[in-house]
């Protein structure tokens, strides 16, 4: 099978443009650990490109397991993108890629049961539905509003839901909005996956069932503003949902990041800075695939007077392997990636590392836990309630 | 005899550094000119087998393994270099050595000693921060490797200031064809000669592995600044003035309204002018203040004019990026000549006819490498899917080639495509000197064999400049059918 589906959805050309530069090395996470073409954005083009490039002395390059392991051992963090002489559309040709695999059945078969888990528990853990609220109960969040009609559905989102480290994030928040006095509500079992592994993993008609069953609950409830403090949740309801089902939502779709962000720039949270030695690690699809940099960066500059950065931050921020469901696939290459991130984040001699993203959040305190480094990584949703006295 | 290779080389470097499966050796099958796949008629450019060494001593069991078996061995770095130094004309063993990551600062000696493997970006990013810079660097420094610079042209941002490469190079280690590891230093006046030999050899003496850099403290100021001339004329005569004054501009680079055209149509923002040049400075405050002042004048007597500086700062940031205008192609072919500055404008006509002989999509940009010579890049865009239409435009980067020729410059490089060009430019007498030098150095003509000096067919028949012509032509030719 040749990758036809590229030439299908016009990115042939994109494709084409790619210079060979190898702009695309030495920042992608994957082929730091991996060096080798294959594992490498310009080395994947290239291979797609011969694919494409039939005939009389052309390649017979055909799509098979070798070439479909490497589609899937990236981490869709985007940089490719930002680095790239011709600013090719990357991340549409490693989207579009994964999809024809599995119409090849040439997916990874870990993600295959993510897949099997979404289709039954709308899930990609596979855990009940019935249980989607039970981090309420595990972290004592006293009357979680599961509002009839609200002003704010906050979409916790499955890594935040289901995953016990992330739980306290959704507490926070939930403490924030009541703190704030909002209009807002849970969707319970309601809430479904936003779709976004199923993108990852190549099935986007599977990812529109899932969306159009959300956005029906949402405009049960009559809501204005979709609060999400997942970012992976965020771009998919921004950006891709909008353009799946080809739609303009008649909602507003917020991170917990902006949200706090105005609040503290209203003067409707108040804290008193202090001098923590505190970072941020840039989730990639909030920063460079979403342009969200600088909210959360003036967040934490008004909680600490000693905040510092990264290198390799905002637009250009190094992906710390919790992406691109990788875990699922190669969870060795993941925490190899997340090494090399925390050495970085060591680097600045931070007591704190706060992040915005739940898969952030778990890979990064997996790399800690490891590497038993006397580091703090905390979500800045749970870092501001903390604050806050939470 | 592949799986032998395989065992052999698993057994010195172990298996994650050796790959022989297809689907990894068929990346390693070219650089960044794009060749018609019409180009397997006359080479084998497919690896045998692709090794990453990730130390010296590993590299140097290779090669010796190599030496005593005969076969090729392609040195590569980052394979941007794009006269076909990288690609194997009939397999063989192609040596990727950009895990070479050495890097060790001597702050006493102001030097730095680099791994072949490190990116050029990375190296300057790393003195930056310590407060250091290194002089020179290619334009494609994001990628380039220390060791693909030095094995090749040595010129580019910073050269016009302080000369090639090769002036700050204090030493070089490398391995010889036969496995020998030796450390030169220009200190010695013998090794100094190798060391002269070793740069732009590309590929075909030995290898580079670590090399030793003089470095110097960060320059106090950096300013860039935008000139739009009216025509090539007035450029030069500016140049040639503000390359006599004592400090000379740190770097300046030239596109006409063709390349800014290019840049427009795929919605890059460009001043709308017949020449957009370039002049940035650097070091003293006060200096780089005053150096601005005297441009300022020269151009104004030109009649040319000072651009708003947010022109300028992002022509500076983009220095990086000169092959953005692909995007529009989506292929692009380029010229790389060099030539003396007065033939500037003489060789911007006669490339132009060429542009419109063709009515090609052809812009130009140039940068300045030294006082008076120009490295010229006319780049013009084709669509490779086009396939014999494609193949048509590829002669077009010789007859630029031949433009450089006549007035007195010549090639950036030879690799494959150029080797029919080298003894018209280096003259009969060093010719015969660097055949008998590498001969010396690698008597089993194993160093990235069938580069510069000559290049064979995969049929063992060698490819001399005239046949390759007719080749090119008859693909050519193929467009009317
Ligand atoms: C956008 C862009 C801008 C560029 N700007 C410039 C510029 O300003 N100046 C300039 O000179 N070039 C420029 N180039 C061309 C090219 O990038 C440079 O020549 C670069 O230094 C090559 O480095 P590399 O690591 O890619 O080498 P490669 O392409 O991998 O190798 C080049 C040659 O050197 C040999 N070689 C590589 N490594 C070694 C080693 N360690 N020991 C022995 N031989 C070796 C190879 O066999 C080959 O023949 C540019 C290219 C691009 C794409």
């Given at each position: 099978?040749?990758?036809?589906?590229?030439?299908?959805?016009?990115?042939?050309?994109?494709?084409?443009?790619?210079?060979?530069?190898?702009?695309?090395?030495?920042?992608?996470?994957?082929?730091?650990?991996?060096?080798?073409?294959?594992?490498?954005?310009?080395?994947?083009?290239?291979?797609?490109?011969?694919?494409?490039?039939?005939?009389?002395?052309?390649?017979?390059?055909?799509?098979?397991?070798?070439?479909?392991?490497?589609?899937?051992?990236?981490?869709?963090?985007?940089?490719?993108?930002?680095?790239?002489?011709?600013?090719?559309?990357?991340?549409?040709?490693?989207?579009?890629?994964?999809?024809?695999?599995s119409d090849a059945k040439l997916r990874p078969k870990t993600l295959s049961q993510i897949v099997t888990n979404l289709e039954k528990s709308?899930?990609?853990?596979?855990?009940?539905?019935?249980?989607?609220?039970?981090?309420?109960?595990?972290?004592?969040?006293?009357?979680?509003?599961?509002?009839?009609?609200?002003?704010?559905?906050?979409?916790?989102?499955?890594?935040?839901?289901?995953?016990?480290?992330?739980?306290?994030?959704?507490?926070?928040?939930?403490?924030?909005?009541?703190?704030?006095?909002?209009?807002?509500?849970?969707?319970?079992?309601?809430?479904?996956?936003?779709?976004?592994?199923?993108?990852?993993?190549?099935?986007?008609?599977?990812?529109?069932?899932?969306?159009?069953?959300?956005?029906?609950?949402?405009?049960?409830?009559?809501?204005?503003?979709?609060?999400?403090?997942?970012?992976?949740?965020?771009?998919?309801?921004?950006?891709?949902?909008?353009?799946?089902?080809?739609?303009?939502?008649?909602?507003?779709?917020?991170?917990?990041?902006?949200?706090?962000?105005n609040k503290l720039s209203e003067g409707k949270i108040t804290i008193t800075p202090s001098d923590d030695i505190i970072t941020?690690?840039?989730?990639?699809?909030?920063?460079?695939?979403?342009?969200?940099?600088?909210?959360?960066?003036?967040?934490?500059?008004?909680?600490?007077?000693?905040?510092?950065?990264?290198?390799?931050?905002?637009?250009?921020?190094?992906?710390?392997?919790?992406?691109?469901?990788?875990?699922?696939?190669?969870?060795?290459?993941?925490?190899?990636?997340?090494?090399?991130?925390?050495?970085?984040?060591?680097?600045?001699?931070?007591?704190?590392?706060?992040?915005?993203?739940?898969?952030?959040?778990?890979?990064?305190?997996?790399?800690?836990?490891?590497?038993?480094?006397?580091?703090?990584?905390?979500?800045i949703a749970e870092y501001l309630a903390e604050k806050l006295g939470f | 005899m592949t799986d032998k290779l395989f065992l052999d080389l698993v057994n010195i470097v172990g298996e994650s550094k050796v790959s022989d499966k297809l689907y990894e050796r068929m990346l390693y099958d070219h650089d960044i000119a794009p060749l018609p796949p019409e180009i397997s008629l006359i080479f084998n450019t497919i690896p045998d087998i692709v090794v990453k060494p990730s130390s010296v001593e590993e590299t140097s069991k290779i090669l010796k393994y190599a030496y005593e078996n005969k076969i090729p061995v392609i040195p590569?770095?980052?394979?941007?270099?794009?006269?076909?130094?990288?690609?194997?004309?009939?397999?063989?063993?192609?040596?990727?050595?950009?895990?070479?990551?050495?890097?060790?600062?001597?702050?006493?000696?102001?030097?730095?000693?680099?791994?072949?493997?490190?990116?050029?970006?990375?190296?300057?990013?790393?003195?930056?921060?310590?407060?250091?810079?290194?002089?020179?660097?290619?334009?494609?420094?994001?990628?380039?490797?220390?060791?693909?610079?030095?094995?090749?042209?040595?010129?580019?941002?910073?050269?016009?200031?302080?000369?090639?490469?090769?002036?700050?190079?204090?030493?070089?280690?490398?391995?010889?064809?036969?496995?020998?590891?030796?450390?030169?230093?220009?200190?010695?006046?013998?090794?100094?000669?190798?060391?002269?030999?070793?740069?732009?050899?590309?590929?075909?003496?030995?290898?580079?592995?670590?090399?030793?850099?003089?470095?110097?403290?960060?320059?106090?100021?950096?300013?860039s600044i935008a000139v739009s001339f009216n025509d090539f004329n007035s450029l030069t005569s500016v140049i040639e003035k503000v390359v006599v004054e004592p400090v000379k501009p740190y770097f300046i680079e030239a596109q006409d309204k063709d390349y800014l055209d290019l840049k427009k149509a795929i919605g890059i923002e460009s001043p709308d002018v017949p020449i957009l040049a370039l002049f940035v400075y650097n070091g003293s405050t006060s200096q780089v203040e005053k150096d601005v002042k005297t441009l300022n004048k020269l151009v104004l007597e030109v009649k040319g004019s000072i651009l708003p500086s947010e022109f300028a700062e992002k022509e500076w940031i983009e220095r990086f990026y000169y092959m953005r205008i692909r995007k529009g192609g989506p292929t692009l072919l380029a010229g790389e000549i060099t030539h003396p500055l007065n033939k500037l404008e003489e060789v911007v006509n006669e490339t132009r006819i060429i542009k419109k002989k063709h009515n090609l999509r052809m812009g130009i940009k140039c940068i300045m490498v030294a006082e008076d010579t120009v490295m010229f890049m006319p780049m013009y865009l084709a669509d490779e899917r086009k396939r014999w239409k494609f193949v048509s435009l590829l002669p077009i980067v010789n007859d630029i080639t031949n433009i450089g020729l006549n007035a007195g410059g010549g090639p950036y490089g030879f690799g494959i495509w150029n080797s029919f060009f080298l003894g018209k430019v280096i003259g009969d007498q060093k010719l015969v000197e660097i055949k008998a030098l590498k001969k010396k150095m690698d008597p089993n003509n194993i160093m990235n064999p069938s580069k510069k000096y000559k290049v064979m067919t995969k049929f063992g028949i060698p490819l001399w400049g005239f046949t390759f012509k007719l080749f090119t032509s008859v693909l050519g030719l193929l467009k009317y059918f």
């Open positions: 099978m040749k990758l036809t589906e590229v030439r299908k959805r016009g990115l042939e050309k994109e494709l084409y443009s790619c210079a060979q530069c190898g702009y695309c090395q030495d920042i992608c996470p994957i082929y730091c650990e991996i060096p080798w073409e294959s594992a490498s954005p310009r080395g994947k083009l290239y291979w797609i490109k011969k694919s494409l490039t039939t005939g009389f002395l052309r390649s017979n390059v055909e799509l098979d397991e070798d070439f479909s392991k490497r589609l899937y051992q990236c981490t869709l963090c985007g940089r490719c993108h930002v680095v790239c002489q011709t600013m090719i559309d990357t991340i549409s040709i490693w989207y579009t890629a994964r999809a024809q695999t709308q899930n990609p853990y596979g855990m009940d539905p019935d249980t989607r609220l039970d981090w309420t109960d595990y972290t004592g969040l006293d009357d979680p509003p599961l509002k009839e009609k609200a002003e704010i559905a906050y979409f916790v989102g499955c890594t935040t839901a289901f995953k016990g480290i992330n739980q306290n994030i959704a507490f926070s928040t939930s403490k924030i909005l009541n703190h704030m006095g909002e209009d807002w509500t849970l969707l319970s079992k309601d809430e479904w996956c936003c779709g976004s592994p199923l993108l990852m993993a190549g099935e986007e008609e599977k990812a529109k069932k899932l969306a159009e069953h959300n956005l029906e609950e949402l405009k049960k409830r009559g809501v204005k503003i979709l609060l999400t403090g997942c970012p992976s949740c965020y771009r998919m309801w921004k950006i891709e949902i909008p353009k799946l089902l080809g739609i303009n939502l008649d909602f507003k779709v917020v991170h917990t990041s902006e949200y706090f962000h941020y690690h840039d989730p990639c699809e909030l920063s460079r695939l979403s342009g969200i940099i600088d909210e959360p960066r003036e967040i934490l500059k008004s909680t600490s007077e000693k905040y510092v950065e990264i290198p390799e931050h905002g637009i250009d921020v190094r992906c710390c392997g919790g992406g691109g469901l990788l875990q699922a696939n190669d969870n060795e290459l993941r925490m190899s990636i997340a090494k090399r991130r925390l050495d970085q984040i060591k680097s600045t001699n931070a007591k704190t590392v706060t992040s915005a993203c739940p898969s952030c959040n778990i890979t990064l305190n997996e790399a800690i836990r490891e590497s038993k480094d006397n580091i703090k990584c905390l979500d | 590569r770095g980052a394979s941007t270099w794009g006269f076909g130094g990288t690609i194997p004309t009939n397999g063989g063993i192609v040596l990727e050595l950009t895990e070479l990551k050495k890097l060790s600062l001597d702050v006493e000696n102001q030097t730095v000693t680099v791994g072949a493997g490190i990116r050029w970006k990375s190296l300057i990013d790393y003195l930056e921060n310590c407060g250091y810079t290194f002089n020179v660097y290619p334009s494609s420094a994001i990628s380039a490797t220390i060791g693909g610079w030095i094995a090749t042209g040595g010129l580019g941002i910073g050269s016009l200031k302080h000369g090639h490469l090769k002036e700050h190079v204090i030493g070089l280690q490398i391995i010889t064809s036969n496995g020998e590891i030796k450390n030169l230093s220009n200190d010695n006046q013998s090794e100094s000669k190798i060391i002269d030999e070793i740069i732009g050899s590309e590929g075909t003496l030995g290898i580079i592995t670590e090399a030793t850099l003089q470095i110097i403290a960060s320059p106090e100021k950096t300013i």
